[in-house]
């Protein structure tokens, strides 16, 4: 069984800084990719940021130069480092990983996050 676990989400105000942590764990031969979600209020959920095994990342164009996505392999964990931020990120973000297969998707229960003054 896998389990992705989400930090550090909160309330900050325009212009500063967050960083997301999510941690997978349980039974992990491979990781073959990794992403952050968002889901605002009365919106789909939308595909922010994703880094897969060798290291290629891709952006949603709404966080791109404000928003880095990056992993620590040996902990089996990524990191969303979110600054900037505007009134507009704010959401619940959401881990999703393909682990041990391409076909098994795996969600965390998210982190809120709020850009407010």
């Known amino acids: 069984q896998v389990q992705l676990v989400e930090s550090g989400g909160g309330l900050v105000q325009p212009g500063g800084s967050l960083r997301l942590s999510c941690v997978a764990r349980g039974s992990i031969f491979t990781i073959y990719a990794m992403r952050w979600y968002r889901q605002a209020p009365g919106k789909e959920r939308e595909l922010v940021a994703a880094i897969k095994d060798v290291g290629m990342t891709t952006y949603a164009d709404s966080v791109k130069g404000r928003f880095t996505i990056s992993r620590e392999i040996a902990k089996n964990t990524i990191y969303l480092q979110m600054n900037s931020l505007k009134p507009d990120d704010t959401a619940v973000y959401y881990c999703?990983?393909?682990?041990?297969?391409?076909?098994?998707?795996?969600w965390g229960g998210g982190t809120l996050v709020t850009v407010s003054s």
């Open positions: 999703n990983a393909n682990i041990n297969s391409w076909s098994t998707s795996y």
